[in-house]
């Protein structure tokens, strides 16, 4: 993506590594279909960087306990196997993107609670934006005349990157956004796009679902760069 600013600016590009978790992180598969391994902790960015490495990621439990997730199967996007129909293509060309221009906002409106399953609260749009401030969360913007239309965020790990959420205002913002980021791992050398979940929007892009076991082994081949 030409003239995009270096993802996580900092230190020449190098993310700065915060202080360890105080939490032992769980390693253990889930005990059902919901994927939970574990309930507890902080958002603290030694904690989610922790878990993420380990292959977990965190939702809301309630207004006070965060859940950490390790669904089996789990969703992912191969970075060759992106969809792009002619009318995607079509719309590609319509619209600006842009790279960490404005990552709490898009954070924001995908917290919109206005949208349908909308589970971000403040909690989680504060704690990703320390994270983005170290270097490690990226959003990727859709522009129209000027206005934020659409846009997606994740954490970005070596060749690991953790789609998180994405939003759209305009028809196929979010998806437009999606090509991008995918366009930006493919030539930065990334080896593995998490999308957590397989939902049949996701999947009609070309996600797929592999074994958990499966996923923590390319997840620690792919962080390891």
Request: aromatic share 10%; proline share 7%; charged share 25%.
């Amino acid at each position: 993506m030409p003239g995009y600013p270096d993802a996580g600016c900092h230190d020449g590009g190098v993310p700065i590594e915060p202080p360890p978790s105080r939490w032992v992180l769980p390693t253990d598969p889930p005990l059902d279909d919901s994927g939970i391994v574990a309930i507890g902790a902080d958002l603290q960015p030694g904690t989610l960087l922790g878990a993420y490495r380990s292959g977990l990621f965190p939702m809301p439990f309630d207004r006070r306990r965060i859940a950490w997730f390790s669904p089996d199967p789990r969703g992912v996007l191969p970075l060759d196997g992106l969809r792009v129909t002619r009318s995607l293509r079509r719309s590609v060309r319509r619209y600006e993107v842009q790279l960490d221009t404005c990552f709490t906002e898009v954070m924001e409106r995908c917290a919109d609670r206005r949208r349908s399953g909308g589970w971000i609260d403040r909690r989680f749009v504060e704690a990703y934006t320390a994270l983005h401030e170290l270097g490690w969360a990226h959003s990727v913007e859709t522009y129209r005349d000027g206005r934020l239309v659409g846009g997606l965020y994740g954490v970005r790990i070596g060749g690991f990157f953790a789609g998180e959420s994405m939003f759209h205002t305009a028809t196929d913002a979010s998806k437009v956004a999606l090509v991008h980021l995918v366009d930006w791992l493919r030539a930065d050398g990334v080896e593995l796009l998490d999308v957590q979940w397989t939902t049949p929007h996701l999947a009609s892009l070309g996600a797929v679902e592999v074994a958990r076991s499966e996923y923590l082994g390319r997840l620690h081949s792919a962080i390891a760069r």
